[in-house]
């Protein structure tokens, strides 16, 4: 009976140890994301909604190239956030840029 108890304990070990690997994994990606919370960005031309300005209010962890955003005109405040693929999006100010 004291076998199977250690195993047990074994097991929850591996379960801790898998968790907080695929945390760090999540963090290591949305680290290393090309557009980040907080960032101002324009739609690109060639898109619908060209030209529009919208604000990155969050990153995909398990694919960093898909953001939801929200449109910053008095029009898009009324509306509910939206997708985005990064590939349509261009960067115009960076969250660290405004507070320096």
């Known amino acids: ?6 195993r047990t304990s074994e ?4 379960q801790q140890w898998r ?4 945390e760090r994994h999540r963090q ?3 680290n ?6 907080g960032d101002l960005v324009k739609i690109a031309p060639w898109c619908k909604n060209k030209h529009r300005l919208a604000h990155v209010i969050g990153v995909a962890w398990y694919d960093t190239r898909n953001v939801t955003i929200q449109y910053m ?3 898009g405040l ?8 990064t590939a349509n999006l261009v960067l115009v100010s960076r969250e660290e840029d405004q507070q320096a």
């Open 28 to 30: 290591d990606a949305l």
């Open 73 to 75: 005109d008095s029009e």
């Open 78 to 85: 009324l509306e509910e956030p939206s997708k985005a693929v």
């Open 32 to 37: 290393s994301a090309e557009f980040k919370i």
């Open 19 to 22: 968790a907080k690997e695929e």
């Open 1 to 6: 009976m004291q076998h199977r108890r250690g």
């Open 11 to 14: 097991w929850f070990y591996i």
